[in-house]
T-cell receptor, first 112, second 115 residues
Framework: ELKVEQNPLFLSMQEGKNYTIYCNYS?????LYWYRQDPGKSLESLFVLLSNGAVKQEGRLMASLDTKARLSTLHITAAVHDLSATYFC????????????WGAGTKLIIKP | EAGVTQSPTHLIKTRGQQATLRCSPI?????VYWYQQALGLGLQFLLW???????NRGNFPPRFSGRQFPNYSSELNVNALELEDSALYLC??????????????FGDGTRLSIL
């Protein structure tokens, strides 16, 4: 079964702290996507990771991909309140005709 | 470049009625995806259309259906509405053919409320 698991599902943290969200997937995939969703809003594409060892950074967010471990991480550095949102990861795999398989999302609350 | 547009923004119906939601993809995108997101939950895949054909559907009853038109816009129809159908319905579009990265771009969604 094709599965994408995110950990943790809920995270409450203080501003200024660092933390990491994990995304594990169950089958080979060379493309992993991270999205952000603000409450009541739609999803915004953050990163597309294409190959093993890929690392992308945007502001206080950094995403990486380890295709051998089937693991991606989204690292938050010195968190600020504006980063409060739900973060989703997704992979596309040939077995699903390249349809995206989604994680359940990580709800991140950053307290001032 | 115009993004994915969905209409209406909000839709209020009563049990047993039928709802039609619409989506216009980004110009050049041939694939349209529909998702259901109940309050506080993740994305549940509903339907995928590409080049006018249904490519895949999620684990939803047949009263959820849709179609894609020659201009690649799409409709989602929900018949015999039930209270549990209340949710945010998101449409996304992407390229499909030709390989390469195909991130999905999302519309703002239609919030369907069943009274």
């Amino acid at each position: 079964e094709l599965k994408v698991e995110q950990n943790p599902l809920f995270l409450s943290m203080q501003e200024g702290k660092n933390y990491t969200i994990y995304c594990n997937y169950s089958t080979t995939s060379d493309r992993l996507y991270w999205y952000r969703q603000d409450p009541g809003k739609s999803l915004e594409s953050l990163f597309v990771l294409l190959s093993n060892g890929a690392v992308k950074q945007e502001g206080r967010l950094m995403a990486s991909l380890d295709t051998k471990a089937r693991l991606s991480t989204l690292h938050i550095t010195a968190a600020v309140h504006d980063l409060s949102a739900t973060y989703f990861c997704a992979v596309d795999v040939v077995q699903s005709n390249y349809q995206l398989i989604w994680g359940a999302g990580t709800k991140l609350i950053i307290k001032p | 470049e115009a993004g994915v547009t969905q209409s209406p923004t909000h839709l209020i119906k009563t049990r047993g009625q039928q709802a039609t939601l619409r989506c216009s993809p980004i110009s050049g995108h041939t694939s349209v995806y529909w998702y259901q997101q109940a309050l506080g939950l993740g994305l549940q895949f509903l339907l995928w259309y590409d080049e006018g054909e249904e490519r895949n559907r999620g684990n939803f009853p047949p009263r959820f259906s849709g179609r894609q038109f020659p201009n690649y816009s799409s409709e989602l129809n929900v018949n015999a509405l039930e209270l549990e159908d209340s949710a945010l319905y998101l449409c996304a579009s992407s390229f499909f053919r030709g390989g390469g990265i195909k991130p999905q771009h999302f519309g703002d969604g239609t919030r369907l409320s069943i009274l």
